[in-house]
Every structure is written in structure tokens, then in C-alpha cells.
């Protein structure tokens, strides 16, 4: 179990969510993270989740060392948005999703002067049945495809896991500048609140590595959000 934080919110309801389309394609995997990490234009956490899903499902500036979302562009991060270790291919459970929002985080470092990390989250919401068919979906795609570390490559190895939340380790090799190649082992979070799908991943910053710590401390935070709203 992540966090018993995830067990308490899995039990509270999430309603009044309005309906928008979910981008779920998987773009090429580049050879460089940094390539992934340029923030897009600030606004705020209102602003991110105005197509669907209200602010107060997501994240709060408190949550992530006072900084705001940041909008995503269409299939940026898309393997996180859900888990997608397969690839672009659909999960049959995607048709249920009838709600979405994916934004990012420039979280700062936990010390003065230290790089940030850039931290996703997702919040989907499904018809009544889907968010879990989507938990299993994952899960079987994570099983029947767990990469490795070739070159164009992610390697996905589930960390922890129990019946509605997920913690996954990605590793990928990445070269930067004239580095001789290394792991990067990036970080996500997945959980399932009632009828809805949260995921929060930590990516790091160029060729740093995400913190697990991180992601066990706000998918807890997210799950609680999610499950308040009314």
C-alpha cells in the first residue's frame, strides 16, 4: 500500500465533473529528457483545468511548493497520461473516460539553488465501472510490457502496488552532453478514487532522476483532492 492517505480518499465520491475529449496518443520517445522539460506558458491551476475537470480535483499551489500548473500541449507526456508502457496503442477502457486533465509542475528542489523537478499530473474521470477497468488495463499492459533499456527505450518496473494504487520506477538511458550514457529512473504514482484515475509522475529535470519520496507524498495529496470534489 502507498499510503493509507490513498485508501481514505479511494471512499469519497468524485461528481460534478463536465465533459472533454482525452488526448491518449504516445508520442516518440526522444533521446534526450531535456527536450521534454521546457515549461509551457504559466497560468494558473484554474486556468489548467477550465475544459473539464473543476481546480479543486488537482493539485494546489501548497501542495507543490507554491508554484502553479502549467498547461500541457496535446500528447506531451503521453506515456503518463495515463501509464502507457505499450505505446500509442488504446486500453479498451479508454472509451469510458468522459473527463480529463493533464498539467505540469516545475516543483522546486528541496534546497536553495537546486533544480526543480518537473512532476505530471493526470486526473480522469470515467462512466460508472471504468476507472477500474482502466486500473486493470494498465496493470496488464505494465505486465505484457515492460520495455528495457535500449536505445528509444523505457524500462517500467512496478515498484509497490495493491488493489486501487500503483508506484512505478521508468528508466531510460540517456547520454547528456559528453557523459557517457546512464540511467534515469523517473517515478509514477498511480491511483484509482471511485470513478476516477489519478497518476503523478516525477521526471526530474534534464538527466536527473525523479524522487519516489515525491510521488508517494503528492499522489496521497492528490487522491485526497480528487475525492472531495462535490
Known sequence: MLSTTIRIASSAGLLGLSMTACTT???????SPAAQTSP??????????????????????????????????QGEYAHVR???????????????R???????YAVPGAEQGSTPSVVIEFVGRYEPG????????????LDRCPGGLGEGQRKWEIVESDDDSMLIRIGQRFAYADEKPATVNHYAALSRVNDAVVVVA???WENSDGSEKLVRDLIAKAGQRAATVS
Do not use: H, M
Open 40 to 73: 509551457a506558458p504559466a497560468a494558473s491551476t484554474r486556468a489548467a483545468a477550465a475544459d473539464g475537470i473543476p481546480a479543486g480535483a488537482l493539485l494546489q499551489p501548497a501542495d507543490v511548493g507554491g508554484v502553479q500548473a502549467e498547461p500541457l500541449e
Open 25 to 31: 496518443a504516445e508520442p516518440a520517445v526522444t533521446t
Open 98 to 104: 468522459t473527463d480529463a486533465v493533464a498539467v505540469q
Open 202 to 204: 516525477d521526471l526530474g
Open 130 to 141: 471504468g476507472a477500474a477497468a482502466q486500473f486493470r488495463d494498465i496493470g496488464a499492459a
Open 82 to 96: 495515463p501509464l502507457r508502457p505499450c505505446g500509442d496503442g488504446r486500453y479498451p477502457s479508454d472509451g469510458s
